[in-house]
Each structure stands twice: as C-alpha cells, then as structure tokens.
C-alpha cells in the first residue's frame, strides 16, 4: 500500500483480556518496527524485525508482549492478560533496510490507541 | 542507554516567529538523527536526517543542526505558520539502524 496501516485504530478491552494489533507495512520494506508511546510520553521501542533475522525483542517490556513477522509481511503485536499500565498508543513502522540512512527513513502508522479498563 | 531530552516541553508562538527547538542526548555515538513531527491521531512524519558526519540538513523553512560531541541538536523553524502546530520529535540512532531513541517531543503552537 501507499503508507503504513495499522488496525485497529482504536481497542478498548478489559484488564485480563488478550489483544491483537496489526501492521501492514509498506510493501517491499524489509524492516519492520514496533514502538509504545504512553500518554505524555516518548516512544518507547518495543521489537523491530529485519527480513528473516531473528527479531530484536529486546524492547518488549514483560513475556505478555509478544510479535509476529511472516517474511516481510504483515506483522502482528500480540499483548497477554492486559493491564491497565498497557494503555498507550501502539506505533508501527517500516523502512526499506534496517540501516536507516538518508535514503531509508522509518514510515510510520497511525497508531493503535490501546485502553485498558 | 541513551537518553533523550527535549527543552522546552510547550512551546506556544504567534504566527510568523522563528522558533528554535532544543535536543540534548547522553551517548554521543551516534549514526545519525531524525527529527519527527506528530500530529494529533497521526503517526510521525519524517522532517530531517542528519547523518554524523554532517552538520546541518536544510528542508525549505527547516533546518537541523547537530553538534555530535557535545550530545545537541537544534530545529530551527523560520517564518512559523499555525500549520506547523505539531510535536516535534528528536530521534538519535545509536546503532546500525534498528532502534531509535525518542525524546519525549516539544509542543508547538503556533497562534494565527
């Protein structure tokens, strides 16, 4: 697609429920990264996937988080037994290598607005 | 682990001002940095890459500097319009390109 899709756009669940959040990223844009941003806070990086290299999850904040990446496609964030603490928008982003140089500058979504009652 | 501090935090100006943007961050060894702008309900756009070689990327009324040795960076937005309204992000890249360090953005408002 022209830009980076993310759905939904907004989810409102109940604490210890699990959630699913999408990114569809511009194709041909072999990297792929996931970010959290809290409500008056800056980006946090959660995980970023580079073709078919083992992802970096180093981001990820507990083992309830977790992502999927099938080749360079569609990639799925997937949150376990949410927690209120997890209300943030959800940021996903593409480039077309993982070296962001002049050239391959990160594209991002719109966001998934996660809350948590 | 990098840290990134943006100053000042709000930042509201009538139309027509020039307008500095102020990004300070910890590690130094850096490959590049992005400033990104944010608008309500949007992801970030892309305003500027400066690469750690250089020194200042110009973009029509924007323009970024970066002094890498003693961890700053600048926006400078010239001639500000109500349309520039938006946060502004600063993103220094520590690695070979896998993960970005946000500051925690600077508010503008610009009044008409």
């Known amino acids: 697609g022209a830009g980076v899709s993310q759905s939904p756009s907004n989810k409102v669940t109940e604490k210890g429920k699990d959630v699913e959040l999408r990114c569809d990223p511009i194709s041909g844009h072999t990297a792929l990264y996931w970010y959290r941003q809290r409500l008056g806070q800056g980006l946090e990086f959660l995980i970023y996937?580079?073709?078919?290299?083992?992802?970096?999850k180093s981001g990820l904040p507990s083992d309830r988080f977790s992502a999927e990446r099938t080749g360079e496609s569609v990639s799925t964030l997937t949150i376990q037994r949410t927690q209120q603490e997890d209300s943030a928008v959800y940021l996903c982003?593409?480039?077309?290598?993982?070296?962001?140089?002049?050239?391959?500058?990160?594209?991002f979504g719109a966001g998934s607005r996660l809350t948590v009652l | 682990k990098q840290e990134v501090t943006q100053i000042p935090a709000a930042l509201s100006v009538p139309e027509g001002e020039n307008l500095v943007l102020n990004c300070s961050f910890t590690d130094s060894a850096i490959y590049n940095l992005q400033w990104f702008r944010q608008d309500p309900g949007k992801g970030l756009t892309s305003l500027l890459l400066i690469q750690s070689s250089q020194r200042e990327q110009t973009s029509g009324r924007l323009n970024a500097s970066l002094d890498k040795s003693s961890g700053r960076s600048t926006l400078y937005i010239a001639a500000s319009q109500p349309g520039d309204s938006a946060t502004y992000l600063c993103?220094?890249?520590?690695?070979?390109?896998?993960?970005?360090?946000f500051g925690g953005g600077t508010r503008l408002m610009v009044k008409p």
């Open positions: 996937f580079q073709g078919n290299s083992a992802p970096d």
């Open positions: 982003a593409s480039s077309f290598q993982g070296r962001i140089s002049g050239a391959n500058v990160l594209t």
């Open positions: 993103a220094p890249n520590n690695n070979a390109g896998n993960m970005l360090t």
